[in-house]
Every structure is written in structure tokens, then in C-alpha cells.
């Protein structure tokens, strides 16, 4: 092993294993069905015969440092990696458009791999997020199956957080699409700060012109097919055959990742299927802390189901880390069956029992000074995660714009594991607007701080009843702290604005005020669903 090597295994703390010389052939290609031609680079133990083959397809270059890295950890530790550029991205022939080639080069490459001489015909796929997808687009049919795969930070369906709620996820789209049209190195002096300033940009379907200074294909067409019943991206969702997926899966996730509920929702279809799966629950976001911990869990996983050291399968299928408690827990399913699904109605604070009849709560809108938020699952690091809320909040008292209830300090501990949602009633005036509500713990101090939010679309007049889907979490509210509810019309950039008149989001630029009025009545009751934890 490289000297470079040895520091690098040290500084990501993994096991001691005995070091193979490998050597690196770049550039092998392969070609596709249509003629196209993908490359790749073969990382290979020196004077090996047939091996099984760890695949990795990427769409961000196979010499991106930190892809290098994971190739360069497990060759070290003798495996065959093959790390293929996606269709259209650094040297691979044809067009890039975002998820919609991966199933089909990912199952030609399949076949590809099988027919060389150095492939004993066992591939296994490995990767996080875009990577991880790429996984879901060839394991639910390649015949005969992977022999394991290691999915991190990711899901078989992208299109859910796309449009969470119904909402376009503005911030994650433009930093996600602004970087991908920035990877040939033409990247406009202050990126980062043009990506920012490019979230207020009016019209949405044009922000990547303000952003990189031109088109990018995937903001143009998440923005052009964000409207109910657009089954565009109908053919990128491989949710339906999960359950039927017999590959060895291990998932990695973490509680600020932005594809946490449908990386859940895949893992709960394997384990209802009977499948081999198993997933780790992180205090991370969308980052290098998921990386690390994704890398960890692939290589055991890859031992096991290539190399035959199963000591590593003798774990429940959930690991997850219960926030503020410092703790591991372990559970043979998700969500736990020890939780119980407890409702906190919204009164004039926020109360255990169902509360007596309160006047609506009203806050109003404002297109043109939406309604800012502050951490959540973002792409932006540093940005994402637990965040102090209070700024947010004071604004129920200077603009109006969000209401904030609160319940009594608790008696003893909270813990709260597994699916959050809320149903709230509520009338918009126009019969168009956002509803973000997010759930806070508000410590001994008075300092509030997100544990986790969601957002619905409402397209319809009158009182609507809204069941919100909300970030799941696994939490613990300590002695004397609060809880916090806050409702408001949007959380931007997060999420782009919602101008209140029904117009497209990629072409709408007028705006409407809308008025907001949330019911908590004994007719009408609104409520929090809280999964308490008992044991």
C-alpha cells in the first residue's frame, strides 16, 4: 500500500486488512446498443485471474478525487472496481439528460462486463446518490441479478424530491443543475454567490441563465414538468419494482437527507418483500459525513457477499441514531412497532388533548417577500441540517407572515421515532398557496431549532383538509423544552415561491397576496402526528 493510501484508510478509520498492488487501465470502452461509446477506468489486482466486478457509474467524471478515493479503498483491499462515466459527461459519447439513459447503458454495461475475460460473472454495484440511482435503474431487472449492491444517500424515485408536496425544491434544483452545467470548467467568477442570487430570479424556468450566464437542460425540465399529472419522468421512477429486487441491499441514509423518505420507502418494499436488506440512520445530511459512513458500509457489505465474511450481517436491519440522546438504537423493521402515533393539536398553544373550539389562525402571504427558512435536507453544506429558527419566527410579529404556537415546557423526556405528518385544515383565499409547517425543539433557553418540516401545494378553493407528508426523525426533546409548531405560506429559497394565482411555476412572474386561515375547531382540528417512542 501507498504511503498516500495508508493515511487514507487511518483518517477514515477503516479495519486493518492486507494491502494487494493493483494497477489502473483508463479509458476502457464500451460500447452501447446505439453505437455510443461509454468509458470508464478498470482498477485491478495485479496478476489476478476472472474476478467478480464492482461497478460504479457516474455522471460527475470517474477522476473526481473522492471517486478515486473509494475505487483506490476497495482495490487496495482486492477488489475489481470498474468506474464508468454516464453517457454524455467527461468522454462519454452522446447526450447527458439526467436519469433518463441509466437504465438502459446501465443494463448494457451489465452485459458488457460479463462478456470480459477478467469478470467471473458476478457484478456487484456500489455508489451514493446520483450513483446510488444508477444502482436502482439495473438492479430491479438485470437477469441474472447483481450479486450486491450499496446504496447511499439515495433513492429508486428522484421525482418526489423534485416536487415534495407538490412544490418545486428550488434550492436543490438550481445549486444541483448549476453545477452540472458548470463541470467542462466554464464556471462564472463568485458561482456560488450568482447560484444564490439566481434563487429570486423571475421567471424560475429561466434562474440557470442568471446563475451560469445560459440553458441547463435539467432546470429547464424540472421547471417545464412541474404541474400535477405530468408523467414526463414517468420512465426514471423504480419504485414499483423494488419489492421484486432479490439483490443483497445495504442503505446508508441520513436523517437531513433530502431523499430520506423514499430511501425509507424502498427499504420498508425489500423487508415487507422478505428481502436480504439492511440500512444505517445517520445524524447527517446530504455529505461528506453520509460519504464516509456510506463507504464503511459498503466495503463490509462487499466483503460478505463477494469475499464470504459474513461476520458482518449479524446486525438488525435498522441501525439509526436518535438525535440529542447520543444514541444507537437497533430495530428489526421501520418504523419501529414500539412507536405509537400521537396527535398535537394546534389551539391557542399546542396541547396533548383535543382541544376546545379557538379562532382560526391567520397569517397572509406575500409573493414578493416570501417567506424565508433556514436548514432542512439541502445540497448546500453548511447550510443544511438543525439551524436556530428564531429569526424565521419574530416575523409572526413585524410581517405577519407566519404564525408560531407552543406548547408547555415537558415534564420529562420525548422520544420521537419513525413517519412525522400533519393534518390541518385551512383556506386560502385565492385557492392557490403553499403550506410549510415545521415542527421545532425550543431548549431551555428560548432558542428554537428545526427538527423537521414539510410542505403542501393547495390548488383548491374553500377549506381544504391537508395531510402534509413531514421529514421522518428519530429525536429526542430533553426535560423543560418546548415544543414548537410554525406555520407558514413557504420557505424559500428552499422551495420556489407560490405566487398565489395558478400560473405554471416556469413561466409565472405576477403574483397575488394570499391570506391564509388555519382551523382549529372541534369540527376542524388540526394536528401534528408525532410517532412518541415508548420503550
Known sequence: MTFTGRVVER???????PARPFGVVRDVRAPMPDGVVLIADLYRPRGAGPLPVVLMRTPYGKRQPVIRLFAGVLARRGFQVVVQNVRGVHGSGGEFRAFHHEKDDGLATLKWLRDQPWCDGRVAMVGASYLGFTEWAVAPYADPPLAAMGVGITASEFVSSFYPGGALALHNTLVWSSSMGTQDGNRPPF?????????????????????IGRPEPFLREVTAHAEPGDDFWKATDHSAAVPATTTPTTMVTGWWDLFLRRQLRDFAALHAAGRQVRITIGPWGHD???LRATLHDQLSWLDAHLNGDKAQLRRAPVRLHLQQADRWLDFDQWPPPETR????????????????????????????DPTPTVGGPLL???????RDNSRVERRANVVADVVVLTSAPLKRRLDLIGPVSATIHVRMSTGHG?????LCDVDRDGVSRNVTDGILR??????????????????????????????????????ARNHG??????????SRRVHVEVFRDAARPSAVHLPVWDA
Open 11 to 17: 483518517l477514515l478509520r477503516l479495519p486493518e486488512a
Open 191 to 211: 458561482h456560488k454567490q450568482r447560484v444564490r442570487q439566481a434563487m429570486r430570479h423571475l421567471p424560475v424556468g429561466e434562474a440557470d441563465e442568471a446563475a
Open 288 to 290: 461528506r459525513q453520509s
Open 341 to 368: 402515533p400521537t396527535p398535537l393539536y394546534l389551539a391557542q398553544s399546542l396541547v396533548w388533548d383535543v382541544p376546545a373550539d379557538a379562532e382560526p389562525a391567520t397569517f397572509t402571504y406575500d409573493p414578493l
Open 380 to 386: 448546500s453544506p453548511g447550510r443544511g441540517g438543525q
Open 434 to 438: 403553499d403550506l410549510f409547517v415545521r
Open 458 to 495: 393547495i390548488t383548491s378553493p374553500g377549506v381544504v383538509r391537508a395531510e402534509i407528508e413531514m421529514h421522518p426523525t428519530a429525536y429526542r426533546f430533553l426535560p423543560g423544552h418546548r415544543l414548537r409548531v410554525m406555520l407558514a405560506g413557504g420557505a424559500f429559497p428552499r422551495f
Open 501 to 510: 394565482t395558478g400560473e405554471p411555476a416556469a413561466q409565472a412572474v405576477a
